[in-house]
Nanobody, 125 residues
Framework: QVQLVESGGGLVQAGGSLRLSCAAS????????MGWFRQAPGKEREFVAV????????YYADSVKGRFTISTDNAKHTVNLQMNSLKPDDTAVYYC??????WGTGTGESDNDYWGQGTQVTVSS
């Protein structure tokens, strides 16, 4: 079992920045990758970014490349998402996810085994 707790969401104006964090607890040494997904109102949940701890590979959705940066504090079992140059289209509930099976890249929902409760990010125009 792995528990994921997100923090750092909020309201920001377009062009601003936010930093999300996700702390993992439980069987953390079973985690191969941690990442972020988001779900906007009326839309399906979509991939944002993933950091594969074993191997160091990073993947980003095209819509956030150059603006978002994912990083990991392995000692604290925490993954962060630095979001810069935010746009109203980035408004969504952001979910942290953990992959314990290592069957894929972590960019698909089915690649992940555990999810956080979500944190709201709202970008005003």
């Amino acid at each position: 079992q792995v528990q994921l707790v997100e923090s750092g969401g909020g309201l920001v104006q377009a062009g601003g920045s936010l930093r999300l964090s996700c702390a993992a607890s439980g069987h953390v040494f079973s985690i191969y990758a941690m990442g972020w997904f988001r779900q906007a109102p009326g839309k399906e949940r979509e991939f944002v970014a993933v950091n594969r701890w074993r191997g160091g590979s990073l993947y980003y959705a095209d819509s956030v490349k150059g603006r978002f940066t994912i990083s990991t504090d392995n000692a604290k079992h925490t993954v962060n998402l630095q979001m810069n140059s935010l746009k109203p289209d980035d408004t969504a509930v952001y979910y942290c996810a953990a992959d314990l099976r290592n069957w894929g890249t972590g960019t698909g929902e089915s690649d992940n085994d555990y999810w956080g409760q979500g944190t709201q990010v709202t970008v005003s125009s």
